[in-house]
T-cell receptor, first 114, second 119 residues
């Protein structure tokens, strides 16, 4: 089954404690993205990757890092989380080709930073 | 940069009736793609319908259809015969056709419309 898998689904942690949210896709997609969703703001892109070892900033990259060492994985790293990073996070992937290819989304990760 | 505006934070419709959700966008590009995503309480992001800007014909998927007005930069979603399972947040999204970087892969989302279905 084609899917994007995020872990963990929920996490409550404290300010400053480094955390990583993993994302893995099994569709051999070149493109992967991270979004955060906040009430009243919709989804905003944090980082994206066009292929292995190719990453770039989205609209709200401050406080986040990513890496793309393998095609299937695209972890999101919060080196020193702060309360303003409390949010719902989505990983998404899509294949190369026409832009009408839908992005496949993971089920989301709810992060609470105390 | 592109922007997407959904002017209706919340809409309510009686079951079996028709409802239209509004979306406008701003872009200087001529080729792009537009999407409607549904987010039920489970939080999953589910693609409802998509439209290529170069196509004049409006996309249709069963009870869901769009009214795409390229000149007006408008992309509304019509849901016919509304069902209780249609209750969700609906997001309009824009995607550039470019693949040269600058977030070309990403979707630009509106802030969403919360659709309530009254039984």
């Amino acid at each position: 089954e084609a899917q994007v898998t995020q872990n963990p689904r929920y996490l409550i942690t404290v300010t400053g404690k480094k955390l990583t949210v993993t994302c893995s896709q099994n569709m051999n997609h070149e493109y992967m993205s991270w979004y955060r969703q906040d009430p009243g703001l919709g989804l905003r892109q944090i980082y994206y990757s066009m292929n292995v070892e190719v990453t770039d900033k989205g609209d709200v990259p401050e406080g986040y890092k990513v890496s793309r060492k393998e095609k299937r994985n695209f972890p999101l790293i919060l080196e020193s989380p702060s309360p303003n990073q409390t949010s719902l996070y989505f990983c998404a992937s899509s294949g190369r080709g026409h832009g009408n290819q839908p992005q496949h989304f993971g089920d989301g990760t709810r992060l609470s930073i105390l | 940069a592109q922007t997407v505006t959904q002017s209706q934070p919340e809409m309510s419709v009686q079951e079996a009736e028709t409802v239209t959700l509004s979306c406008t966008y701003d872009t200087s590009e001529s080729d792009y793609y537009l999407f409607w995503y549904k987010q039920p309480p489970s939080r999953q992001m589910i693609l409802v319908i998509r439209q290529e800007a170069y196509k004049q014909q409006n996309a249709t998927e069963n009870r869901f259809s769009v009214n795409f007005q390229k000149a007006a930069k408008s992309f509304s979603l019509k849901i016919s015969d509304s069902q209780l399972g249609d209750a969700a947040m609906y997001f309009c999204a824009y995607r550039s056709q470019r693949y040269s970087g600058g977030g070309a892969d990403g979707l630009t989302f509106g802030k969403g419309t919360h659709l309530i279905i009254q039984p």
